[in-house]
C-alpha cells in the first residue's frame, strides 16, 4: 500500500508540471520536453556508461554530444511542425547517426563500430520519437495541445490501470519472459482505462481548446496508445533485464526514473503521430 501512496503522490506532482508545461504556451511546451530531452539523454547514458569501451574522457563527451544533438534535433522537428522552416530540413535529421562514425574514428577505441550503435541508439531510442510530440502539438496547423495531451494522458491512464488490475486481478502473464509482473488483465484493464478518459477528454477538451475531435478518433487514440505504450514498457524491461538493473534512475519516487516514466510514449508519440498524419486531416 505503500508503493501505491508514494507513486501517487509522485504523479500528482509529475502531473501538475507535465500539464503545465503543455497547456500553458508553446514555448512552455518547447522547454519542457526539450528539458526531458536532457533529462532521458543523461539517464541513458548513464546505463550504458560501462557498456562504452572508451576512455572516462570520451565518455563524458559522448554524453555531451548526444545531448547537444538531441536538443537540436528537438528544436528542429519543432520548427519544421510550427512551419517556422520547410519541411526538407528534417533530412538533417540523418547526418547525426551518421556523424557518430565520423567522431569514433578519432577516439582509437577497441571496438569502434560497438560504440557507434550505443550512441546512434540514444538518437533513434529517444530524441527522434520523442521530437515527435511537436508534430502532434502542430498537428491542427497551429500550438494546440488537445492531441497530444491526450496522448499523454492515455498512456499515464494506460499505466496506472494497467498497474492496478495486474496488481489486484492479474493471473494470466503476458510476456512472462521480459516482465514477470504484467499479466493480460492489466493489459485490458489499462486500455479498458485510457478509453474511460478518451471518453472524458471528448466532452471536455472542446470546451478548452475550441478544436473538436471525434469520440471515434480519441478511442483509437487510447487504443494505439495502449497498444505501443505496453511495447514500450516491454522494451525497456527487456534493455534493464540485459543490463541487469532494476530502475534507470530514482529521481521519481515510486516510478524510478525519467525512461521509467516515458518508456510508453517513446513508442505511443510517434505511432499516433502516423496515424494523425495519414487519417485524421
Keep these: 500500500m505503500n508503493d501505491i501512496v508514494t507513486r501517487a503522490v509522485t504523479g500528482f506532482f509529475f502531473l501538475i508540471v507535465m500539464i503545465g508545461g503543455v497547456v500553458l504556451h508553446e514555448y512552455s511546451y518547447l522547454i519542457l520536453f526539450s528539458l ?6 543523461s539517464e541513458y547514458h548513464a546505463i ?18 548526444n545531448t547537444v544533438f538531441s536538443v537540436i534535433i528537438f528544436g528542429i522537428v519543432f520548427l519544421v511542425a510550427k512551419q517556422s522552416i520547410p519541411l526538407i530540413s528534417l533530412s ?5 547517426p551518421l556523424t557518430w562514425l565520423v567522431i569514433e574514428m578519432y577516439t582509437k577505441s577497441e571496438r ?3 560504440n557507434v550503435c550505443l550512441n546512434s541508439m540514444a538518437i533513434f531510442y529517444l530524441a527522434i520519437p520523442l521530437s515527435s510530440a511537436s508534430l502532434l502539438a502542430f498537428h491542427a496547423g497551429e500550438y494546440s495541445w488537445h492531441y497530444l495531451l491526450a496522448i499523454m494522458i492515455f498512456a499515464w491512464s494506460n499505466d496506472s490501470f494497467a498497474y492496478l488490475f495486474g496488481r489486484f486481478f ?7 519472459r521480459i516482465s514477470p509482473k504484467k499479466t493480460w488483465e492489466g493489459f485490458f484493464g489499462g486500455m479498458l482505462g485510457a478509453a474511460g478518459f478518451a471518453y472524458i477528454i471528448w466532452l471536455l477538451f472542446p470546451r478548452w481548446t475550441g478544436h473538436s475531435v471525434t469520440l471515434t478518433t480519441y478511442i483509437i487514440l487510447a487504443v494505439i496508445t495502449t497498444i505501443t505504450s505496453t511495447y514500450g514498457d516491454l522494451a525497456e ?9 532494476k530502475d534507470t534512475g530514482n529521481v521519481l519516487p515510486g516510478h524510478g526514473g525519467f525512461l521509467d516514466r516515458f518508456d510508453g510514449l517513446i513508442f505511443s508519440l510517434p505511432a499516433c503521430t502516423l496515424y494523425l ?3 485524421i486531416k
Design 36 to 41: 526531458l530531452v536532457v533529462l532521458c539523454i
Design 48 to 65: 550504458i556508461h560501462d557498456l562504452l569501451t572508451s576512455t572516462e574522457k570520451w565518455k563524458t563527451t559522448y554524453k555531451i554530444i
Design 92 to 96: 538533417l535529421l540523418c547526418g547525426f
Design 112 to 114: 569502434p563500430f560497438y
Design 170 to 176: 492479474g493471473k494470466h502473464k503476458l510476456f512472462e
Design 237 to 245: 524491461s527487456m534493455i534493464k533485464r540485459n543490463l541487469q538493473i
Design 277 to 279: 498524419t495519414f487519417f
